[in-house]
């Protein structure tokens, strides 16, 4: 269901202080995301709709799970977990393995979820006062502060995409 | 590589203020890249069942970058080039224009309203820094911080990269996310 706006679950504050300012923003962008996948069946979610580009919204759905989990834990916290929709032989496995199947989509929009609860939880407890501090990345080093911008950016291009995708599977645009 | 090749790239460990103008200029170099060398038919292309261009995108953004700068952060007049009248008919304006203007004049209106707008909020950010308010105010009177101005752009300009990709891609198969090593935008004054 699309909204109307007295129902829009995202929030437009002014928040202050860096953190809620970051948090914000994400949360708002999970919930674009969300909204724009509301009210689809699976062939819709599967749908290329927007050929050449092999994308699809459940393709989408697929790759922010493994988005959240990467920066979020294996990043961010250095655990060693498997990276969700990841194969060694098909790299893009979150895109290519989107198929139109009702259990498929249930269980990329579990996926998403799980990983954004386990993200919360890690910013719940993390102190705004250590955003300048460093995780290994590749052969270097990068600040929390930069992960959750580059976080920001990356959900933003990618609500871009699902705009496109949803306006050529029915014309929904907006949000 | 050196940065010298990718320019855009952010600072790896700065603080608020680099961070945030980094995560904007690089990705303004993104879309720049993504709707550049393109004639005017490439600038015209739409796909699947949408109507938005790459020219319209480049206008757009152009518009957005001289608005954010003046009329939200200062309350200043949008300025030159623009007629605010350009809109009194269709609201649309700057993103259907755009299918009439030669590609050398898009791509410069909008490498102006970069430098414009980077040298406006350079001097706010001299004057008050990220918590200093912005003209820009809620309906209830609530003024923005210029941080939430920057923040707004580095959304905008997510978002319409992502369009920009999957037009990109349309037009002529370019795909990718971020420029390659070495890559400057083409004049097409040149």
Known sequence: M??????????FGNPEGELANYREYLDNYRLTIGLKCEGLDAEQLARRSVPPSTMSLLGLLRHLAGVENSWFQRVLQGLDQPLPYRREDDRDWDWN?????DAVVEEARASWQAEIAKADGWLDSFDEAELGSTVPLGDGTVSVRDVLVHLIEEYARHAGHADLL????????GQ | MTSDDTPWEPPRAGDE???????????RATFRWKADA???AGLRTTTAASRLTLG????????????????????AP??????????DDDEDWEFNSAADDAPAALYALYDGAVQRSRARFASALRDGGLDALAHSSSAEGEHASVRRL????????????????????????????????GWRPTSWHL
């Open chain 1, 97 to 101: 393995g989107a198929v139109a199947d």
């Open chain 2, 56 to 75: 319209g995108l480049v206008k757009h953004l152009a518009l957005v970058e001289d608005f954010k700068s003046t009329v939200s952060l200062s309350g």
């Open chain 2, 78 to 87: 949008l300025g030159e080039p623009w007629d605010p009248h350009a809109w």
């Open chain 2, 17 to 27: 203020l680099a961070h945030l103008l980094g995560a904007l200029d690089r990705l």
């Open chain 1, 2 to 11: 699309w909204t109307t706006p007295d129902q829009d679950p995202r929030t």
């Open chain 1, 166 to 173: 949803r306006e050529c599977i029915d014309g929904r645009t």
């Open chain 2, 150 to 181: 920057l923040f707004d752009l580095v959304e905008e300009y997510g978002r319409h990269t992502g369009h920009a990709d999957l037009i990109r891609e349309a037009v002529d198969g370019r795909t990718g996310e971020d420029p390659p090593a």
């Open chain 2, 38 to 40: 393109l004639d005017a």
